[in-house]
């Protein structure tokens, strides 16, 4: 499957940004669908996942209750809703889908990744 994420920017903190991504090439419902992050200097981390059916959701602490992801199958496109950004919240966004994608690891044994999209939020 084919990945393309989109919707990074620059931000201030406080702002908000809708993060994108579009997967194409097989079955959108075949895959959980994730969201990482790896900011300069650290290891890639767990953001959020939202499993086949969109029935369940899971985010790393960082982020919970100023996220919200969300998929739509008909669009075969996942999203990344982030309010109250922080300046620690700066880092490339990873799109991945997988068969399954474990909640607060990685990512190390995700088959497919998006590109990724710059996200920075200025303090």
């Known amino acids: 499957v084919q990945l393309q994420a989109s919707g990074g920017g620059l931000v201030q903190a406080g702002g908000s940004l809708r993060l994108s991504c579009a997967a194409s090439?097989?079955?959108?419902?075949?895959?959980?669908m994730g969201w990482f992050r790896k900011a300069h200097g650290k290891e890639r981390e767990f953001v959020a996942a939202?499993?086949?059916?969109?029935?369940?959701?899971y985010y790393a602490d960082s982020v919970k209750g100023r996220s919200t992801i969300s998929r739509d199958n008909a669009k075969n496109t996942v999203y990344l809703q982030m309010n109250s950004l922080k300046p620690e919240d700066t880092a490339v966004y990873y799109c991945a889908a997988d068969l399954t994608i474990v909640p607060g690891t990685r990512g190390d044994g995700v088959d497919y990744w998006g590109k990724g999209t710059q996200v920075t939020v200025s303090s």
């Open positions: 090439g097989r079955t959108f419902t075949n895959f959980a």
């Open positions: 939202i499993m086949r059916s969109g029935d369940s959701a």
